[in-house]
């Protein structure tokens, strides 16, 4: 059974850090792309960085140079380093996974695995 379990969200003044992460466990050694969407009161959901199996990185424009997505694969631990955080990032981050070996999948719906959520509001 796959478990993703996202915490180190919470509350930030705008120029703030934040630090995210989601705790995988069932993923087993097959290769599979993670990554963190979000959404906000009022809008869709939309997808944030992404790390694929063989560890490459993409990022939304929105978040490019201010956010980076990392990997622990000793303790199966998926990261969001968020710096510089905006208004506009206030939001509920999702941590997400999806079997596959190229690539990450274009829309949410390609990911089978999705964890519970962690709230970010920046003032």
């Known amino acids: 059974q796959v478990q993703l379990v996202e915490s180190g969200g919470g509350s930030v003044q705008a120029g703030g850090s934040l630090r995210l992460s989601c705790a995988a466990s069932?993923?087993?050694?097959?290769?599979?792309?993670m990554g963190w969407f979000r959404r906000a009161p009022g809008k869709e959901r939309e997808k944030v960085a992404f790390?694929?199996?063989?560890?490459?990185?993409t990022y939304a424009d929105s978040v490019k140079g201010r956010f980076t997505i990392s990997k622990d694969n000793d303790l199966n631990t998926l990261y969001l380093q968020m710096n510089s955080l905006e208004f506009e990032d206030t939001a509920m981050y999702y941590c997400?996974?999806?079997?596959?070996?190229?690539?990450?999948?274009?829309?949410?719906?390609?990911?089978?695995?999705w964890g519970q959520g962690t709230q970010v509001t920046v003032s």
């Open positions: 790390s694929t199996s063989d560890g490459s990185t």
């Open positions: 069932g993923l087993g050694y097959s290769g599979h792309c």
């Open positions: 997400a996974a999806a079997r596959r070996w190229v690539g990450c999948p274009g829309i949410w719906s390609g990911y089978q695995y």
